[in-house]
């Protein structure tokens, strides 16, 4: 056994590793949409799905070209399911019904300006499938509020079938009566609150038809939501198996649900005025935003009271533009806008080390000269 | 004694302990290795002095190199042979240290030194002998912390005056593999609780928690009836804690056992705490109640490279291939050289294509790889671990940071290590300071837990090692700086007598020139009326500040000389930089620290070169102040005769360039770059002439 002094690796501490790694935080994400998924398709027929592989493709599609570009190793990033990831919650997010270029340049859009220019993943300042949203909804605002369909119940008890789907995504063929399509709860309740009072409103087969009472299995309670409430209730699960899994911390959702619900709660004692908080919780994007879409770390507050702060933040923002804002739902601008403050909440929120009296906070002064170094384990 | 309410410390992880395969055995005292290698450096302080010459014969337990200065520790021979070489040699060190080493040849008898055979110098009654007494012993026997930084045991101890409330002996031993300190507690459990009496005693504290945590039952349970063995319940209390990596850093093992934190860049005994580790306090009961100095240690040997996993009592010094033959150490094959050898072809002669084998120093979570298997077991050397590939897979290749704060959940100490990282990587050392970078245990939790992989450790030791530096360099140009300042003053007042001098004289000069001056003033009018300029009223002025003139042109050429230096240096450091960026971006990881440690040297050079540019503009600068009517005195003819100097050697150059252009020489693209220069420089120079005829006009 003659060694020679040359023939021994060296490495550096740890030489252990507890097996965790990106790709599969990305990939228990995904899967923790499934359950939401399988609701929305339940509820709104095949759009979802159909949008879902079509932004898969297309976001696979682009992160290779740009990794070919900036000559990156191909398969090692696109192993690591961010991109997929950015489809899959784009696929949802996206109305069932858009037609496929708008999903296309939604997901381009996401994959090359807001994710790679800015260096690729973990480099991006703003949720990439958020961007993406933002730009197709400001750029095409009618394909995004009128491609929703109505829940199955209210089109006659039947969802569109799959060939209708691709069809109407495809060919863009208007050949669906108004009947499958509509607008989300939220925007209803919003738009019939100008005129009429809480009663009339929830008169709205949206809110009190007798087959959604049959569906959720019970009465038809006055804060029924059109199926919305089942797809929420399925991305909460979602959301709490990857709690369990310590994907994320509890700070982000906890926080951006406490503050949504504390406004509505507060203004919501006018239900002739305003939407009352069951629906700012159980319809539109909230639980996939609070669970999904918030928590995506890389845009993300990292320092515990900052991920606090950060999630109040949209939570409030969320009611904000939701309230007194013109689009229909408001998860991806308070996202975005809360993007641009994570970095310097980080700043401020920074927690006490062990050992110092408080925290230090905010923008370093001059290097001081006084402080030792303390990297002794133990004597 | 009352019971103990348990504290937690923030984050920890829970790797795969795998602690039992090297428990199953008692400790074996391990074989004499033929030649033993003694660092006299092997502690925390001043390394020892070499009080032996090459030649000499020495005994078991003989002193052989003498603390050094208050923080420092006695060297003695870990057995009986012949001083065979004293040289420098490496250490098993993280960054690959040298140190002077005592080269022993082992005679074979292992005799010991006739006082420590005969028991002359046991102190029987020790819990009635003087304090400094029991201190002195322990300085005399070289005994350090066993745990891993290897502090002087003594100079901790000497805490008079402080007030030490607690004395906390760390039994936690939380890394994964290493079982020296539990095979200690369960075989020498009445030992190492009599060294706890002696400490104790010794820092006059209320009382003493051992802290063990609760994945060594045997240990615990040993330790507690040694505990009643001595009667020291009223004192001593035996902790069981929850099993946490890192439960047993110092900090984080006060924190479980007393709820209290050690101030940042502080000490224990601040709180009123002393920590030592079990296998100290053992060692403590040898040298006082027997009278052996440290001169061997508990070791584990472990890792599925490794047959027979142990624990083993070896000699400080002997070398780890020694402990690795005993064990019986498999040297993995490459799945080439598997294949070579099932298909019968080729004998064992291929040794260069065998996977190349990894043996760690310390526990999987902080130790450290040995470049080799000759260097020596220190007295803080608690475990020799050797993986197998698969055991321990080398990371993966990095990837983004994808900020998903797991690291922030592991740190133990609150720090952000996503942000460390950040600043780390762009060399904002200023903001990892902010961000409490010197608070870092290194103790790997992070990146541990890292789904990227990023080896963050790494990350913080060398940016530590950057502040440090910047530290030094900073504290460096201060203390020159104020020199500066002092000859400064003193050549101001040197130059301001000389001046009141001058002053004098010239005052003397003038009234006896004043009357020749009188009487030719009226002749000077007459003849020229016109008013010349008279050339000589500016002359003594001039010949008083005719030595600066040198003095400056001297700086400037020095300052010139001490840019390029730097420049150079600068130019190194970032193409070493990008090649690790290289390294990084490409396959492998491993082969990163070399540029990276060469890089410290080079970063230091740049430091020092740039303090030097510093200070050399500050002369200058000075200079010229002091200096301004030697900068106005450069009139258009000096700028004029070195403009056609330029020229002239322009001229030459170009004779040469079109020599070797005519004879195809290869250093063209040298003279080329020459003469682009020397054009450059002559554009300066016209350019100047310019100015110099614009300012005039
Ligand atoms: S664990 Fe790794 S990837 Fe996650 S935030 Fe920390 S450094 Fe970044
Ligand atoms: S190595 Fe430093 S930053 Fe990382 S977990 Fe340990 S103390 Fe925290």
New interface residues.
Partial sequence: ???S??????????????G???S??MLLVILATVPGIIALTYFFGWGTLINIVLASFTALACEALILKIRKRPIS??LK?N?ALLTAVLLGIALPPLAPWWVTVVAVSFAMIFAKHLYG????NPFNPAMVGYALVLISFPVQMTTNWTVPYFMSGAETIPFTNSLSVIFSGTAGLSDAFTGATPLDTYKHLAKNETAVEILQNPLFSSDVAGAASGGSASNWFAGGWEFVNIAFLLGGLALLAL????WHIPLSLLAALGTCSVIFGWDADLYVPWSLHIFTGATMLGAFFIATD??T?S???LG?IIYGAGIGILIFVIRTWGAYPDAVAFAVLLMNFAAPLI?TYT???????EKA?RG????????????????? | MQPITLHS??GG?H??ENKHQSTQTPITVLPLPSQLIVPVGQH?GAPADVIVAVGNRVLKGQLIAQPKGFVSAAIHAPTSGKIVAIEQRELPH?SGLQGTCVIIDSDGQDTWLEEIANGSRAIADYLEADNEVLINRIRDCGIT?L?????P?SV?MAVNGKNIETLII?GAECE?YITADDKLMQERALETMRGIQILLKLTAANHCLIGIEDNKPAAIKAMKEALHQVHGEHFINVVSIPTKY?S????Q?I?ILTGK??????IPAEIGIV???VG?CEAVYRAVAEGKPLISRITTITGESIEQPQNVEVLIGTPV?HL??FAG?K?EKSLFQKFWHSIGAGSDNS?AS?A?????M?G???????????LPILKSSNCI?A?SQKE??????A????????C??AC?????P??LYWFSKSGE???A????I???????AC???????I?L??YY?HT?GA??E??AA??KSNRSKIRFEARQDRLDREAAEKEAKRQARAAAAEKAQAAKKAAAAKAAEEAAKNGDANPDESSPAQAAVKPEPVDLDKLQKQLDAAQAGLKKSMDKVAELKAAAAAEKNGDT??PI?APIENMEVFEKAVATRRDKVKLLALQLAEAKKSAPVVKKEITRDDIEKKLRAQQDRIDKTKQRFELAQEQGSETLPALQKGLDKQMQKLKELEEELAQFDKAGA
């Fill in positions: 056994m003659a060694l002094n040359s023939g021994f690796v060296k490495i550096t501490s740890p030489h252990t590793h507890g965790n790694t990106t599969r935080i090692f990033f690591d961010s690729g993943l973990g480099n310590r994907i994320f911390t770390p890389v993300a990292t320092t515990p991920k980080d920074q927690p006490r080390t062990y050992g110092h230090k923008m370093p002064a001059k290097l001081d000269t006084s402080t030792t170094d303390s990297t002794s384990k133990e004597g | 410390f923030s992880i790797p795969q925390i993280s912390g745990g891993g930084a290897g502090f045991t901790k760390n994964p890192p047993g850093g110092e900090k093992l924190e934190e050690v101030p940042s860049g502080g920590c030592q580790n100290t291939k690795l033959d150490f040297q040794a065998a190349k084998p990894r043996i760690i310390g999987p979570m902080m130790g450290f790889t040995l470049s080799s298997d000759e671990l993986p321990l897979p080398a990371n993966d290749v990837s983004a940071c994808i900020r998903c704060g797991l922030t959940e133990p100490a609150d720090l952000l996503q942000q050392l200023d903001k300071e902010q961000h409490n010197a608070d870092c245990i290194e103790c790997g990146s541990y837990v890292c789904p990227s992989q080896p450790v790494q030791r530590k502040i440090k910047e530290r900073q504290d990881e491993a620290e």
